[in-house]
């Protein structure tokens, strides 16, 4: 069973995490291209991250809050996106660290946006765990918050049980994503964030 006190948690020294954040500014003009081109979705929990990469499909765009556009599933590029998303800059980045992430997507939030409080156990994507109650099973996972294009004004915010951390450009933010955690953006601008998971065992023991 997994344990989960800190609130947020440092970068793993198992993880050569150091590359994304040296690359930044490319990063950001990934995200940005790609915001402006419309090559997210509408992101729900609904959606079943535990199938076959091959059964997964573009969904329609229904104009929803909060919308991604996957980088990364199940350690793999996602091949139905376009090819400028699997072959970007920031795609191969992320490929290439010594572990590959579980699941990696930019993320959207629209104006005066805010999800309400949650947990995730997307651990499911890439381990057959759907029948064991989360709090049973022996990982879970840690996602990785980039911030790349935040509103001025401390508009935007993640809290993690009860610790709100407001966002700046350019700040890590890392957490089990089994502590309840949700998110606001409270300015009449986008907030986008780059958002990588990997299974909480590989990275803390």
């Known amino acids: ?32 291209e790609f915001s ?32 991604v556009c996957p980088l990364v599933f ?7 996106m376009p090819s400028f998303v699997y072959e970007s800059f920031t795609t191969k ?7 590959k992430p579980v699941l990696a997507i930019f993320s959207i939030f629209e104006p005066y946006s ?23 099973r022996e990982t879970s996972v840690v996602k990785y918050h980039l911030s ?19 966002l700046k450009n350019g700040d890590l933010n890392i957490f089990d994503e089994t502590n309840p955690h949700w998110a606001y953006n409270q300015s009449p601008q986008r907030r986008g964030v780059l958002i990588v998971s990997y299974l909480r065992n590989e990275l803390y023991i």
Not at 6 to 14: A, I, R
Not at 93 to 99: D, T, Y
Not at 117 to 126: A, C, G, N
């Open 74 to 80: 199940k350690r793999e590029i996602v091949p139905f």
């Open 36 to 67: 402006n081109m419309g090559v997210h979705f509408d992101y729900s929990h609904e959606y079943d991250l535990t199938k076959d990469i091959s059964e997964l499909s573009l969904p329609l765009n229904t104009g929803y809050f909060w919308q």
């Open 93 to 99: 980045l992320l490929m290439s660290l010594k572990i």
């Open 114 to 136: 805010e999800i309400p409080s949650h947990i995730d156990m997307d651990d499911e994507i890439v381990c057959n765990t759907k029948n064991i109650p989360y709090q049973e």
């Open 148 to 166: 790349l294009d935040i509103p001025s004004g401390n508009s935007c915010s993640l809290v993690v049980n009860n610790e709100n951390k407001v």
């Open 1 to 32: 069973m997994h344990n989960h006190k800190l609130n947020f948690l440092p970068v793993s020294d198992k993880l050569d995490f150091y590359k994304i954040l040296n690359n930044y500014e490319k990063i950001k003009q990934d995200y940005l």
